[in-house]
């Protein structure tokens, strides 16, 4: 798992329990407070904020777990995975684009970056140089023919390389 990628998701999580461990408590006891329960708006919302908390920390958990049980080995040396960086032709835009398939948390389209479980990166897992992909949108079906793939192992190797020099 990439590091900036883990302390962001570390950072969510301390957050998170430090809110559902100090603060939550002390606004439901200060809204308890209040008296009448069944009417008491402010002690309503914050259970609701401690029942989503609780939720959003069981998800990053999750995903944590999730990131952690990634094996670099496994990703393929020869088609588009997570870490690859793809140029492709848009054949309904008439352009060439590069894509890089990565995490969920860290995409972002206006810089290129995609995540493997968007239509555009489920599209294009798997596929090799020469391979054509139909991403399926609202606006219709695109197809991406796959000009150039540097793979996360090739960016390795280079990274690599250049240390040396």
């Excluded at 919302?45 to 496994?74: C, D, I, P, T």
């Excluded at 352009?95 to 398939?101: A, D, F, G, Q």
């Excluded at 948390?105 to 054509?132: H, N, Y």
Aim: glycine share 4%; proline share 3%.
């Amino acid at each position: 798992m990439p590091e900036h990628i883990k302390k962001k998701l570390l950072e969510d999580i301390k957050q998170l329990e430090h809110e559902l461990a100090h603060e939550l408590p002390a606004e439901i006891k200060k809204a308890a407070a209040l008296g009448d329960l069944s009417e008491n708006a402010e002690y309503h919302m914050a259970k609701q904020r401690q029942e989503f908390v609780n939720a959003r920390l069981g998800q990053l958990k999750k995903r944590m777990a999730e990131l952690s049980l990634v094996n670099l080995a496994n990703i393929p040396h020869d088609r588009v995975a997570f870490g690859s960086t793809v140029e492709v032709f848009d054949t309904s835009k008439d352009e060439k684009i590069e894509y890089k398939l990565v995490t969920s948390e860290e995409s972002d389209v206006s810089k290129g970056l995609i995540s493997t479980t968007s239509p555009i990166g489920r599209a294009l897992i798997g596929k090799q140089v020469g391979d054509t992909a139909t991403v399926v949108t609202p606006s219709g079906n695109r197809e991406l023919e796959v000009l150039k793939l540097t793979t996360i192992h090739d960016e390795a190797a280079a990274a690599a390389e250049s240390a040396e020099k």
